[in-house]
C-alpha cells in the first residue's frame, strides 16, 4: 500500500531564507510523487511531480524536490523564501496498482516571516 | 483553457438534508476524482469517474455517490447528511486518468451541516 509521511505539520523560514519541507514515503511500487500546494480558500496547484526520469525534480515558483530511494525521501526545497509562499503543502503518492487515486499527507504549513 | 470549475463555492444544509455538488473538468478531460477535505482526517479520495463510469471507490459510506455524464462533467450526492459531512470537497480531473497522472484540482466546495 502506497502511504506518505510529511514530517513537519508546521514550518517557519524568514524571507529569503531556504526552505526545507520533509516527506517520507512507503510504497510497494516505483512510486509517482507529487508536492502539490493549497492557498487559503483556494483548491490545489501542482507544484511538481517525480515519474523516475530523474531525481531531481524542478517546479514551478523556484521549488524542486529530489527523489532519494535509499531514504524513500522526496523532500521540497527552496533557495530563498518569498512571503507569497505561505501556504499549505501536500506530498502525494499516487497509487500505482492500476487506480487513479492519491494519497496525501497530512500537510505542511510554511510561515513565511518578512 | 479554463480549469477546473466547482460549484456551488458554498454550501449550507442541516443534518438529513441531501446535497449535489457539480464539477466540470478541464475540457478534454475524461477523469474526474473527488476528495474530501476535513481537518481531521486530511485529503481523503472518494472516488474516480470515467467515461461515465465509476471506476474506483474510496472507504465512504452509501451515503456519499455520483455520477458523470457524457460531456465529463461530473456530479457529487450526499444523502442524510450529518454533521460529520462538513468539509471541503474538492474535484480534480485529469487527461486519462491513468495512474501516475496529474490531477488538476478545483477551487473546492465548502459544505457545513448545521
Known amino acids: 500500500a502506497q502511504s506518505v509521511t510529511q514530517l513537519d505539520s508546521h514550518v517557519s523560514v524568514s524571507e529569503g531564507t531556504p526552505v526545507l519541507l520533509r516527506c517520507n514515503y512507503s510504497?510497494?511500487?516505483?512510486?509517482?510523487l507529487f508536492w502539490y500546494v493549497q492557498h487559503p480558500n483556494k483548491g490545489l496547484q501542482l507544484l511538481l511531480k517525480?515519474?523516475?526520469?530523474?531525481?531531481l525534480v524542478k517546479g514551478i515558483n523556484g521549488f524542486e524536490a529530489e527523489f532519494k530511494k535509499s531514504e524513500t525521501s522526496f523532500h521540497l526545497t527552496k533557495p530563498s523564501a518569498h512571503m507569497s509562499d505561505a501556504a499549505e503543502y501536500f506530498c502525494?503518492?499516487?497509487?500505482?496498482?492500476?487506480?487513479?487515486?492519491?494519497?496525501f499527507g497530512t500537510g505542511t504549513r510554511l510561515t513565511v516571516i518578512p | 483553457k479554463a480549469g477546473v470549475t466547482q460549484t456551488p463555492r458554498y454550501l449550507i444544509k442541516t443534518r438529513g438534508q441531501q446535497v449535489t455538488l457539480s464539477c466540470s473538468p478541464i475540457?478534454?478531460?475524461?477523469?474526474v476524482s473527488w476528495y474530501q477535505q476535513t481537518p481531521g482526517q486530511g485529503l481523503q479520495f472518494l472516488f474516480e469517474?470515467?467515461?461515465?463510469?465509476?471506476?474506483n471507490k474510496g472507504n465512504f459510506p452509501g451515503r456519499f455517490s455520483g455520477r458523470q455524464f457524457s460531456n465529463s462533467r461530473s456530479e457529487m450526492n450526499v444523502s442524510t447528511l450529518e454533521l460529520g459531512d462538513s468539509a471541503l470537497y474538492l474535484c480534480?480531473?485529469?487527461?486519462?486518468?491513468?495512474?501516475?497522472?496529474?490531477?488538476?484540482f478545483g477551487a473546492g466546495t465548502r459544505l457545513s451541516v448545521l
Open positions: 510504497s510497494s511500487y516505483s512510486p509517482s
Open positions: 480534480a480531473s485529469s487527461l486519462e486518468g491513468t495512474a501516475g497522472g496529474i490531477q488538476y
Open positions: 502525494v503518492v499516487s497509487d500505482l496498482a492500476g487506480a487513479n487515486n492519491l494519497f
Open positions: 475540457s478534454g478531460h475524461r477523469s
Open positions: 517525480y515519474t523516475s526520469a530523474a531525481t
Open positions: 469517474y470515467f467515461s461515465e463510469t465509476q471506476r
